[in-house]
């Protein structure tokens, strides 16, 4: 029996929608009609690069993968899509829908080029004239406006790693709940490392601002552990209704390790920092010996630790972005040669006590018995090896969180739960 495999994306606008939302509202009519079991997996939600220059509010694309047993229920199928478009979407500003379908009988073996096309649309600017010509190569259909783009790679996400997110909905109209601390820092305490980014200090991160229709977000690598904290918090907080998706948020597919700038793209840099200055804002300004140049914004949480890393070989990975010149907009840091070492006097050899310079002749003398000698100096390396990332307010989508580190890949040996949508 084969499968048909059904893409959207940028169906949000300026003053609101959420393209998770219209994929939610499609699952919720397979519900109606009787075809929900006919889902494959969980309905997925695609992240897309963050450092292209025209994207969506949430730069999201979402697909799902359906058992069908004839042409007509696919048609069926695009067609309640299609409608579920027009009726959701506002077509204000830049928003310009688009659907990519396509239909396939080997889930095991998908055309390599739409795995590239998924690839080179999280990393690197793409084109709808390259997204025309992968689809004539892979089978596909695009339907609609720029939004068949994001469709299509949504179709090439075959993940290697993966998390979950449990997002729930609410009314528009009404205006948006404040989710407490004291609701989500327990939650947070007992699911930990199963769920990541709920609450940092004070601050509630799985609530978003904007206008759409999500309630929260409740992000993490066990369904399980997402469906049992999202749906407590889905209750106090009257949502309308959840889903959960299988996501590339927190996978950090969106890093090229490429070093080579090119603008837009996520590149990893491997250098000596030479020099870092802070601007009036707080933000540093950070040269390389390669001739690099990055930047770390102050409310990164990175910065201040680069100050004292004058000489250090890092490697940071970031955003180029055209500024001017190509800069780095840096996500994260590690330290891959620490070379600040502190110069101390030695302890008397005599009596142990500290010991202090006299004069510049290099001679030392004890402090607490007045023996003098030159001695050597004692060379400490400071040693720290360390990885800054940003602080857990400022993540971004795909960034990886630390706390996920070791359990990449998990989502993947995940049953798939048998309530995953309400
Ligand atoms: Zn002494």
């Known amino acids: 029996m084969p499968y048909l495999m059904i893409g959207i994306d940028d169906t949000d606008w300026e003053g609101g929608g959420c393209t998770t939302y219209v994929m939610y509202s499609f699952v919720k009519y397979l519900i109606k009609d009787g075809s929900i079991n006919n889902v494959v997996g969980l309905p997925r939600l695609t992240r897309l690069n963050p450092y292209v220059p025209f994207k969506t509010r949430g730069n999201a694309s979402l697909s799902i993968i359906i058992h ?6 696919v048609a069926n199928y695009v067609e309640l899509m299609e409608s579920l478009i027009d009726q959701m979407v506002k077509r204000v500003g830049k928003t310009s829908p688009g659907i990519a379908y396509m239909v396939i009988n080997d889930l095991s073996n998908i055309n390599e080029r739409l ?10 600017m793409v084109t709808l004239d390259l997204a025309r010509k992968v689809a004539d190569k892979v089978n596909a259909k695009l339907v609609g406006g720029r939004g068949v783009i994001g469709a299509l790679a949504s179709l090439g996400f075959i993940p290697i790693d993966a998390t979950f997110e449990f997002i729930a909905y609410r009314l528009e109209d009404e205006e948006r709940p404040i989710i407490k601390p004291s609701d989500v820092k327990p939650w947070d305490d007992v699911t930990s ?7 940092y200090d004070n601050q509630v991160l799985i609530e978003p601002h904007g206008p759409d229709p999500v309630l929260f977000g409740v992000r993490g690598d066990s369904p399980y552990h997402v469906l049992a904290m999202g749906n407590y918090l ?9 889903i959960i998706y299988i996501t590339n948020q927190g996978t950090n597919d969106h890093r090229s390790r490429m070093s080579e700038f090119i603008p837009y793209r996520n590149v990893d840099l491997v250098g000596a920092i030479t020099n870092v200055v802070f601007n009036d804002k707080g933000h540093a300004f950070i040269a390389f010996d390669n ?4 930047i770390a914004y102050r409310h990164l949480g990175i910065s201040r630790e680069l100050d ?7 490697q940071a990975w970031g955003g180029v972005k055209l500024n001017g010149d190509f800069s780095l907009y840096i996500e994260g840091v590690r330290v891959l040669h620490d070379r600040y070492v502190e110069v101390r006097n030695p302890r008397c050899p005599v009596c142990g006590g500290p010991m202090e310079s006299v004069g510049r002749s290099g001679i030392l003398r004890c402090k607490r018995c007045g023996f003098q000698d030159r001695l050597p100096r004692v060379l400490v390396p400071r040693n720290r090896w360390f990885s800054v990332n ?13 706390e996920r580190v070791g359990l990449e890949g998990l989502a993947l040996y995940m049953p798939k739960p048998f309530l995953w949508v309400y």
């Open 68 to 73: 069908v047993a004839s042409e007509d229920e």
């Open 115 to 124: 795995l590239w096309f998924y690839r080179k649309s999280v990393r690197d």
């Open 193 to 199: 490392h199963f769920t990541f980014l709920n609450i």
């Open 234 to 242: 889905a209750n106090k907080y009257n949502a309308i209704g959840w």
């Open 291 to 294: 001739d690099r140049r990055a």
């Open 308 to 314: 004292g890393c004058v000489g250090c070989v890092v």
């Open 390 to 402: 940003p602080r857990a307010s400022e993540y971004r989508h795909l960034m990886k969180p630390s």
